[in-house]
């Protein structure tokens, strides 16, 4: 086996970035506006599009923090201006400062501090211009693929997704762990039914109880809300495309993860520390689980889709698959790749999945993806407690 | 042609990858004379291939995908009329 390589930022701190990325910081959603007035005027910022941060549980704040501070410290991003208001829960000269620990610079402004949103928007402005300035000095070397970690997602499927997509996302996962880059398996709620699967594939018997039991547990909250799972998973969309049960999407969805054994399971956003194929127990909301694997460091996320979903991430490249011919025809503008042509018989899954591991490391070094070309920026957090 | 996929040897369904209309062919591998479908079936929906009795698991990548709801005849579209998950239900 040849160890790929491909051109990338080497950090400071060691790690590899592929992009360089300005994140404006919002800390509660009273500071949006100010924040977008920033990265709209910005080429080279992006806007991290958080409006809680406020009337949330210490729980859900405290853990917002820790996902806001890890975007902040993605190894895509090369600076990041904090906006706070001054009056929210979620401290923003705290959340600044936790992003400053990182190699890479980092402001924090207060509108109520600043006097007011524009007088917040023009440092903001200047603060981000510097930054930006400061990635044109930077150079891609050569890394190795082991350096990148990549999420598995998927959203908006049908019956293609299962025979087409996700095993060619499979077979593309088994080449990314057979050069020891990190992989995330992801979506808990996708996953009941699939559960002797996931015994049969993990590494050890103990790595198996960890994940039956994170699986329970979802099921166990999903029941304690007293309404029934059939409409969420598998959700309208889904059954029109042929998937009957949640068991059904499951067996299907848990084709993306290949067949290399899982070394490990993680809570919602937390970084891999192990080369290899991982578990990330994210919810199946697309938004909110692709968040997770990026404030868990993928630097790219590989979704397949089978109705179609153009959904990006503010700071790292999604890669869109759709097992769906029709699909790709209908939505070429926002899908990356045709494994529809697995379903046509043009391609094998073998194929498609060199497809995209080659795809994806076009796109580690630069290349655009549909989403990114759109500037779809999409965030959504994980919360479980209430608003006050 | 085949215009279905069968993805494990003991699938009690195949699923369309072409419409099919009520008394057309359902074939999932080529020189085998498949099925005839009794209903329409549109794209990425199941046909069944073998008969089910009620409360019988309904198999699909090899696995249970839930149970019929109903007998369930070879040729009948399978889908939420007559399969049921058997989890996350909040009753039952």
Known sequence: MTQDTFMGFVRPDGRVGIRNHVAIIPSCGCALRAAQMIAAAVDGAVLIDYHEGCGITDRDMELAKGWLTAFGRHPNVIGSVVVGLGCEGL???????????????????????????????DKGIAFARQMVATGEGMHREPCPVSALTIGLECGGSDATSGMAANPALGEFSDLMTA???????????????????????????????????????CEAFLKSTGEDFMGKQPSPGNVRGGITTVEEKALGDVRKGGSSPIVDVLAYGDPPNLPGLSFMDTPGNDLTSVVGLVAGGSHIVTFTTGRGNPMGNPIVPVIKITGNPQTYANMTDDMDVNAGLIITGEKTLAEVGRDIYDLSLRVAEGELTKAEA???GEFMILRQGPIY | M????????????????????????????????????????????????????????????????????????????????????VRGAAKG
């Open chain 1, 179 to 217: 050069q020891a880059a990190k992989v995330i398996l992801a979506e808990t709620s996708e996953l009941l039914g699939a559960e002797h699967v996931l015994r049969e594939r993990s590494a050890s018997p103990e790595i198996a109880d960890r994940l039956i039991a994170t699986i329970d547990a």
């Open chain 1, 91 to 121: 401290d923003p000269h705290d959340l600044g400062a936790r992003v400053a620990e990182g190699w890479a610079p980092s402001e924090t402004l207060v509108i109520q501090e600043q006097g007011g949103t524009r007088s917040t928007a």
């Open chain 1, 374 to 376: 759109l500037d779809h």
């Open chain 2, 2 to 85: 085949r215009n279905a996929l069968k993805l494990h040897a003991d699938d009690t369904v195949v699923t369309m990858i072409a419409d099919v209309a009520a008394g057309e062919q359902v074939t999932w591998e080529e020189g085998l004379p498949g099925v005839e479908a009794l209903d329409a079936v549109p794209f990425g929906h199941k046909v069944a291939v073998e008969a089910m009795a009620a409360g019988s698991r309904v198999i699909k990548y090899g696995a249970s995908i839930g149970r019929a709801i109903e007998p369930i005849v070879v040729g009948r579209h399978v889908h939420t009329h007559n399969l049921k998950s």
